[in-house]
């Protein structure tokens, strides 16, 4: 009798435990993206200003537009002054009252506080309640470290690009959101980093990087009134994806910030798509082995393709 009691209570335990962990999946699926109020993102942020860097393409654009349209001047940061000053154009025709700044910095040749240290001086002369940490560079394609396109060089800007902006930016930024206790810090990791990806160690470790340094500072500003939230996208539509038709799955980057701002409030940390957390939540529900073999074979598969069109272009030149 005492026997069958300590089943049942354990099948019991079990169920309600499968029962926690599917709902969990349905609110991170369905929460920020159909079911939560929207939030006021100005009064979140308390200042009219909004950092975007690597804002001349992709995402990063997407998101300077996105917040433009929802009433906040811009400051756009990125390597290329003739770039900045079309989006800034684009901007401008857009959104005739928001007030847009350029700032031309390569964060690849950009190593020591000295180098940041002009801009972190023409930021905090603005009033910044958002900071959009987007600048970042991955691989040509899936490659094993030491074989990597670019070598040496390319593994030290990755390195850098995708860890040193978003530290030293949101350091530096973080004063004045305090001192008004409130803001909004968006840091862009990516869904490569939710597991160790073979074949891509350093994009996959860098937005690592990302997503612990996110969590860890929402640990130290909880009581700061600053909200700080990592997005950890799929594949979306740009340069660096390489995909130039949208889909169901694979946004283009306009639909992508469109969704991704507004789950700012709402949820500390998604992907920023609704399709995209779909694949996110079926994945980490997939056992470990089959998740690494189905992201072995995508990224071998890619390599062997890029490989190939390498080869086919060597051989037309
Ligand atoms: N696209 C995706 O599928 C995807 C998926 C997951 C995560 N993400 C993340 O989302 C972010 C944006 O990606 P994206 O696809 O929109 O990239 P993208 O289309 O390649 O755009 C990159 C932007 O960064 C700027 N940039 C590149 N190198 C720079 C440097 N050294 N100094 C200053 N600016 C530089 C570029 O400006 P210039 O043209 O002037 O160089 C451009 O504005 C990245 O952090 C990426 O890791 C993207």
Not at 106 to 133: C, H, W
């Amino acid at each position: 009798m005492a026997c069958q009691c300590l089943v049942n209570a354990a099948g019991y335990t079990f169920l309600a435990l499968v029962g926690y962990k599917l709902l969990s999946v349905f609110i991170r699926i369905l929460g920020p993206y159909l079911l939560f109020p929207g939030v006021d993102l100005k009064n979140k942020a308390k200042g009219g200003w909004a950092v975007v860097t690597g804002a001349t393409d992709g995402i990063g654009k997407a998101y300077a537009f996105e917040l433009a349209r929802r009433g906040f001047n811009i400051v756009l940061v990125s390597r290329t002054q003739s770039k900045l000053n079309d989006v800034k154009k684009e901007l401008n025709e857009k959104f005739s009252n928001t007030e847009v700044r350029t700032f031309a910095f390569d964060f690849a040749r950009s190593m020591t506080r000295q180098d940041y240290q002009p801009m972190i001086d023409e930021l905090n002369k603005l009033e910044v309640g958002v900071l959009v940490n987007n600048v970042g560079m991955s691989y040509d394609y899936p490659e094993s470290l030491h074989k990597m396109e670019g070598g040496l060089d390319r593994v030290t800007d990755i390195t850098v690009i995708n860890t040193l902006p978003v530290t030293l930016l949101t350091a530096a930024l973080l004063p004045q959101m305090v001192d008004r206790h409130a803001g909004i810090v968006v840091n862009l990791s990516s869904a490569s980093a939710n597991y160790p990806m073979a074949l891509w160690a350093v994009y996959s470790s860098t937005k690592k990087y990302v997503q612990w340094l996110s969590e860890i500072l929402r640990r130290e500003y909880a009581n700061k009134g600053i909200t700080i939230q990592t997005i950890s996208p799929m594949l979306v539509c740009s340069n660096m994806s390489k995909v130039k038709r949208s889909s169901f799955f694979t946004p283009n980057a306009t639909s992508f910030a469109r969704s991704a701002v507004s789950t700012i409030g709402k949820t500390d940390d998604t992907s920023g798509y609704m399709s995209h957390q779909i694949q996110v939540e079926i994945m980490g529900l997939l056992p470990s082995f089959v998740r690494d073999y189905l992201i072995n074979s995508m990224s071998t598969g890619t390599r062997a393709a890029a490989l190939k069109k390498k080869a086919r272009e060597a051989k037309n030149e």
